[in-house]
């Protein structure tokens, strides 16, 4: 079980948790705000989830949470559980992608929108989502892959 | 199994995002520890992931760090730091607490605690103690003081009595 006690908190988190805080605070900044649409909110959530991270900090040691991927991982764990949940609204929902800091979103066709946040801000998986989309496994992590590469693509140039 | 058919089929993807099943994942790494393609394709993927991430950052304002510091002190001060983000309180976090039950007796009201000094408890008793001598000696002097009162006027009655005879 995790021990975490005042005591570690203060001798073991500030420099490490600093270090995270100035290489992704701002990704993960904007990635709170395309869930919650909201800058005040994400940058409070943004708070919540450093300071968790913080509590969680001898657990993140073990479990390695340095880079990115798995922060994102942790914030969405982390936003999901809340008791106000904030949830990931696509466009059927009625907000405007021109609203958003991601361009890169507008690139996709509807269906590759709709898998792709699905997946990355609403941490659904691949088997709920084809159920959803009344498409197979397979052809829904094609989906995935293609709206990836075209993101990728868009954050080369 | 064809390897780049695996690549290609977007599950090092959906790994990557966090979609991908406890099966899935499993038989990935167990791949990737054999297949040095995948575990190059993995990597390109989460460098990608964060380049796109990099591209959607917001600066966020510049009193953001004090705000989250003030915040870890909070937690450090408050041994009800678990409940932050809306989880149940640990058992680990009231074991820490059962640590300084040596140095405080805990004075319990219905509506929380108050921690106070042990030392307060012999405070207390001698504050008792000697209250209840106190109280007693003022009912003795008192009593005394009725004695010697009723004294005092039973002489002064006899006194007056003789010098009218």
Known sequence: MLETTPHS??????????????????????????????RKLAEEYLIKVFCDLSIRFNDVNRTGISGWPQLQKFAREKLLS???SPRYTSLNAGVKISDSP??????LTEEQRQVFCDVYYNGRTIADISRSLNKTEDLTRKTLKEAFAIMRKGSEN | MKINEYIESGILEAYV???ASEAEANELLHLK??????????FKLESDLERIAEHMAITP??????????????????PQFEYLIGEEPKESSRGSRSGKSAQFIEVEAESGHMRIRKIWRWVFLAVFVLGKI????????????????????????????????
């Open chain 1, 102 to 107: 991601n361009s890169y979103l507008r690139q």
């Open chain 2, 61 to 78: 304002p510049p009193n953001t760090w004090a705000k989250i510091e003030g915040g870890i002190n909070e937690l450090v001060k408050t």
């Open chain 1, 9 to 38: 908190l203060t001798e073991h988190q500030p420099e490490s948790i600093r270090s995270l805080y100035d290489r992704h605070a701002g990704m993960l900044l904007g990635y709170i705000f395309e869930v919650v649409k909201d």
């Open chain 2, 134 to 165: 106190f109280l007693a000696f003022a009912i003795y002097y008192y009593l005394e003081n009725r004695h010697t009162q009723e004294e005092i006027e039973k002489l002064k009655t006899e006194l007056e009595n003789k010098r009218t005879k």
């Open chain 1, 82 to 84: 809340l008791p106000d």
């Open chain 2, 33 to 42: 520890a054999q297949h040095p393609q995948i575990e190059d394709a993995l």
């Open chain 2, 17 to 19: 995002l966090g979609s």
